[in-house]
């Protein structure tokens, strides 16, 4: 990470991915939320991890539901990293920064 922080909201496209805007952007980190319409977080990662050029990208997963089954769904997706909400922020930078416990 440089120390720079930009960010891209998704969220706003009809299908939550546009291929152009992350290839263009080229994240080093995305933050997904599970439960979105239209295309879920497991989907996404998955698509995420399949566009060339993104497949080293580090996935967060960040969901209200914390049990076994969607832990192990977000592995299989290909999300590096899984929090629960709330998660405070600074859980998220110590796993940002490399540090995390």
């Known amino acids: ?3 720079t ?3 891209v909201n998704l969220s ?7 291929h152009c805007t992350l290839i263009t952007f080229a994240p080093e980190v ?3 939320d599970i ?5 879920d977080g497991f989907e996404l990662a998955a698509a995420v991890r399949n566009t060339h050029g ?13 049990d076994h089954t969607v832990r192990d769904r977000c592995s299989a ?11 405070p922020v600074s859980e998220i930078l110590l796993a940002l920064s490399g540090n995390e416990k």
């Open 30 to 32: 995305v933050i997904l």
């Open 54 to 66: 993104m497949e080293k990208v580090t996935l967060f997963a960040l969901s209200g539901w914390n």
């Open 1 to 3: 990470m440089n120390g």
């Open 12 to 18: 706003l496209c009809p299908k939550l991915l546009d």
């Open 35 to 39: 439960d979105m319409p239209s295309m």
């Open 5 to 7: 922080w930009q960010y």
């Open 77 to 87: 997706a290909g999300f590096d990293h899984f929090f629960a909400k709330p998660t």
